[in-house]
């Protein structure tokens, strides 16, 4: 079989039925399952393809703080808009970021009032802007996890034009888990969905330790319903053999030492140092900084950008912090669909399509036409 | 997001200050830095991340996992496998 066939099999209706079968003959020996995933795609794609439908009652899947732009600290994004009013700068971030509420102000609506805000589609993007542009100074806001922070850091050490800047927001996800299970323990969650593109930079053995401190599995997940369907069987026969080993279901694309030379990069760019996951608390070791050594690059210490204000990261009654815990879902939020929705978003949750709430509203509007 | 499909590399730009690639996802056609993909080559397919490669897709696990998914999902006797 070509390759190309073989990678659509990973869509196919008749093996996403099939597993859905065997996922419904196993569960019913198991009694009520509940497991998370920490990847804004995952629940994408989860409700896109209806997943939640094709599982049997008595299993749970819970969304997790898988959102790179809604975990961004709001303090990063409050810096953010102060730099963009900065005469002579101009921030460059993804689409998504851009609308991502703050303290006052989001990117866009300082764009809007005068800041000087661009979209990029990457890293790349930013440093063809700033070499085309060396009269004036940029300052690229880099968020998300593994797989962006790889980005920056190759691009940083392989050399940038004088003119541009970095305020690194990046996150580093496996310490979160420490986080969840302060929230969670074994009965309100019985094993972790692993994000796959995460796994394919850092590799699946810093994931170990959810094993050793807290006897719970995780399952490395891709993407498609096949992927994500079959990553949910592989668990429910890891927690029906007892077992809490970490496990790869996505071993075409998750080396099992990850990236090694994205983790080299990364290491020689960046320190990771406690870091604030917005709304939700600080997590030690999850926040990339930039190494002293590239000081002349950052922007958070080559430019003022504290904003004369003090930051909130939570507006009033917005529940985003908790659904990206997995305490509350998006219809437990009073706000979801009436004050909060996708063209006028007050929460972070609801502005992105790795969004749980964006993703929710989405799925439901699909389903009931509003 | 992540992306789910693989892109094809149809052609490396070797005179790149990074190392980049023309890659095709099914027939939208994007440059790719693979810099940090050092297997990375014509005809392989890559995962790609806001313009980077992360991973090349190996092919035979693709086939291996695809068979055995296929075996227990479709078999009624082939309860389990792993």
Redesign the interface.
């Known amino acids: ?1 070509e ?2 066939e ?2 659509k ?2 869509e196919a209706k ?2 996403v ?3 859905s ?2 996922i419904s ?1 196993t569960a019913r020996e198991l009694g009520k399952i509940r497991l998370m995933h920490v ?3 995952h629940e ?2 989860i409700i896109q393809y209806g997943l939640r439908q094709l599982l049997p009652d008595s299993i749970t899947i819970i969304p997790g703080p898988g959102c790179p732009v809604c975990i961004c600290p709001v303090e990063l994004i409050d810096q953010a808009v102060t730099l963009s009013y900065q005469p002579g700068v101009t921030v460059l971030s ?1 689409g998504d970021m851009l609308r991502v509420p703050a303290t006052r102000e989001s990117l866009d609506d300082a764009r809007k009032n005068g800041g000087s805000v661009r979209m990029v ?5 930013a440093i063809k802007i700033a070499q085309n542009n060396p009269e004036e100074k940029f300052v690229f806001f880099s968020i ?1 996890f593994e ?2 922070a ?2 920056t850091a ?2 940083i050490k ?2 940038v034009p004088e003119n541009l800047f970095f305020l690194i927001a990046n996150r580093y996800i496996p310490p979160v888990f420490n986080l969840l299970m302060q929230v969670h323990n074994r009965t309100s969650i019985q094993g972790f969905l692993l ?3 995460a796994v ?2 850092t590799g699946v053995h810093v994931y170990d330790f959810v094993e050793q401190t807290y006897d719970l599995p995780c399952v490395v997940a ?3 319903p ?2 994500i369907l ?1 990553a949910i ?2 668990m429910l ?1 890891a927690i029906q053999d007892g077992s809490s080993k970490t ?1 790869n ?1 996505y ?5 099992e030492h990850g ?1 090694q ?2 983790l080299g ?1 990364m290491d020689s760019v960046f320190d990771r140092v406690p870091g604030v996951w917005r709304g939700i608390d600080t997590v030690e070791g999850t926040a990339y900084v930039l190494k002293d050594e590239f000081a002349h690059l950052d922007a958070s210490r080559q430019f003022d950008c504290q904003p004369p204000y003090e930051s909130r990261a939570n507006p009033p009654g917005c529940q985003c912090h908790r659904i990206m815990l997995g305490e509350l879902l998006p219809t437990d939020c009073k706000l979801f669909r009436e004050k909060c929705r996708p063209d006028d978003p007050y929460g972070p949750c609801m502005v992105s ?2 969004g749980t709430c964006h993703s929710w509203f989405k799925g439901a509007a699909d389903i009931l036409g509003f | ?6 892109g ?1 590399i149809e052609e490396i730009d070797q005179q790149a ?2 190392r980049t690639a023309r890659v095709n996802f099914n027939g939208m056609v994007k ?1 790719v ?1 693979i ?4 297997e990375a080559d014509v005809g392989k ?1 890559v ?1 790609v ?4 490669a ?2 090349v ?3 035979k ?3 291996e ?2 068979d055995l ?2 075996e ?3 078999s009624p006797n082939a ?2 496998k ?1």
């Open positions: 079989m390759i190309s073989t990678l099999q990973y008749d093996l039925n099939g597993l079968e065997k003959a990847c804004g795609t994408h794609e993804f589609y990457g890293p790349l993007d998300g797989t962006t790889a980005g190759g691009m392989k050399g994000p796959g593109h394919a930079i891709g993407f498609t096949v992927d079959s069987w592989r026969l496990i279901a071993s075409r694309v998750v080396q990236n030379t994205a990069l399509m790795e | 997001m992540c992306l789910a499909i693989p094809k200050i990074m440059e830095c810099e940090w993909v050092p397919y995962i991340h806001a313009g980077f992360i991973s897709l190996d092919e696990e693709a086939l996992s695809l998914i296929n227990v999902a479709q309860y389990r792993w």
